[in-house]
């Protein structure tokens, strides 16, 4: 399914190559395919065309990070925070970056803005948690039981986030 519509989004982007949508589709058919080097150039080529697109930043700053280049991803990350100041997701993803790319007080300081836009985000609690392991034990274990709090239903999904970083941080 995502080689077809790569396939397509590549055949509408030739046809149109001034169409942001059309290379944002594009990108993410590619990454969806694993191939992370040709989805960034269609971030990128996203971004050139409508520099307001906060979804192109976004995902190209997970794209790099799933290829480990963090610092660039963190850098993506803040385009699309540029874009638009209010999306606790991108906050939380650049605190993923962040962590990732050993900053962590600014890890710290995503994921609090995270928490500030969006209090109930059991994901930015995992990662608060698992940044402050770093610097505070205590505070890491308060940061965790709040991710819990703000929605028992997210457990796992907090559990599962604070073992991916862990995960990557090895």
């Not at 990662?127 to 991710?147: E, H, M, N, Q, T």
């Amino acid at each position: 399914w995502h080689a077809e519509a790569a396939h397509s989004f590549a055949a509408a982007f030739e046809l149109e190559p001034r169409d942001a949508a059309a290379a944002f589709n594009l990108a993410n058919a590619q990454r969806a395919l694993g191939h992370r080097e040709e989805a960034a150039r269609s971030y990128r080529a996203t971004i050139q065309l409508q520099g307001s697109y906060a979804a192109a930043y976004s995902n190209l700053g997970l794209c790099l990070s799933d290829e480990g280049r963090h610092a660039e991803a963190a850098d993506a990350l803040r385009g699309a925070l540029s874009v638009d100041r209010n999306d606790a997701g991108a906050y939380t993803s650049l605190g993923h970056a962040l962590r990732l790319a050993e900053d962590i007080d600014g890890a710290i300081g995503a994921y609090q803005e995270a928490l500030r836009l969006e209090p109930k985000q059991a994901t930015a609690y995992a990662g608060l948690a698992s940044a402050l392991k770093l610097v505070d034990r205590a505070a890491s274990r308060a940061a965790y039981y709040g991710a819990v709090a703000a929605d028992p239903a997210l457990e796992a999904q907090a559990n599962a986030t604070r073992a991916w970083l862990d995960a990557r941080e090895a």
